[in-house]
């Protein structure tokens, strides 16, 4: 914000900052580059497929020790004492995180990897309630209203769900994007479960809500979501729920020259809506349980 402001203090610099949100909000010319640009390069894809795997591989293994179920279990012993109490206190812990290949970066040409992880804690709901509101995806444009538009479970089979989640977003200017996910939950213990949920489908959506509405072909678009994987933890103690949440993202890199402008921008959206996520789920839980 302060380069912001610095560049905008004098004339010509307020003339620039006008020009670039009048491109913005007529449609975003500013993210409107030359097609290839936009287009999801296969080295993008490829890359996070690789982070994909990888953080599978880091979840299984984690699961699988029965023990420090939450991130914050791996902080010093004073820093995770301090979280939670936070946590009690009804704060939502975030951080940003990267999975690495063999301590190296895993590059990703074209596109950018958004990593984030949160946790939450419930006072006085049980597993049972959390499952109910996280299953419950015809109510999820309730539960998660505005950024979720439209919900729907389109089927199920046992604890295999197939979904449909409108997003509408906004920062600037709106993107309302239609998505498809493949989730599947698995109940760990009576007290303890996690599910793994895949975008199948995300498709930028034109004039949303006009007459002349139609969604562009997924990944030929303004790359402002490309792919989207997420995996839940849920863990029933301390007289509530934690419940942690980690997403991985895929958007478009930050067009040349702009860096300074655009990326905090781009940057703020993943942790925002794993936030809104985490403190929306804790509010339609805590509604159930009063009930």
Known sequence: MTQLRAAVAGPAGRLLLVLLLCQTAAGSRLFAADPPVLTLKPEASGAFQT??????????????????????????????????????????????????????????????????????FIPSAKLADVL?????????????????????????????????????????ITVVLNTEHEVQYFRD?????????SAVRISEVENAGKSDEREKTPGTDNGFMWRMETWWRMEERDGGVYVQSEVVSLTRDIPAGL?????????????????????????????????
Not at 89 to 98: A, M, N, P, S
Not at 189 to 197: F, P
Not at 277 to 291: F, H, M, Q, S
């Open 51 to 120: 982070y994909v795997q990888l953080t599978d591989e880091r979840n299984e293994a984690e699961l699988s020790r029965g023990a420090d179920l939450l991130w914050i279990d791996e902080l010093p012993s004073p820093e995770r004492t301090s979280a939670y109490d936070a946590l009690r206190r009804g704060e939502i812990r975030l951080r940003k995180t990267e999975t690495r290949e063999n301590t190296r970066p895993i590059v990703c040409p074209g596109g950018m990897i958004h990593h984030w992880e949160g946790v939450v």
């Open 259 to 291: 860096g300074w402008m655009i990326g905090p921008f781009v940057n703020s959206i993943p942790e925002e809506s794993l936030a809104f996520t985490l403190g929306a789920t804790r509010k339609a839980v805590a509604a159930r349980t009063r009930k």
């Open 189 to 197: 213990s009576g007290r303890r479960a996690h599910s793994r949920s």
């Open 132 to 172: 109910a509101i996280l299953e419950d995806y015809n109510q999820h444009s309730t539960y998660y209203a505005p950024d979720v538009e439209r919900s729907e479970t389109e089927s199920r089979d046992g604890e295999h769900f197939r979904v449909f989640l409108r997003f509408r977003r906004h920062k600037v």
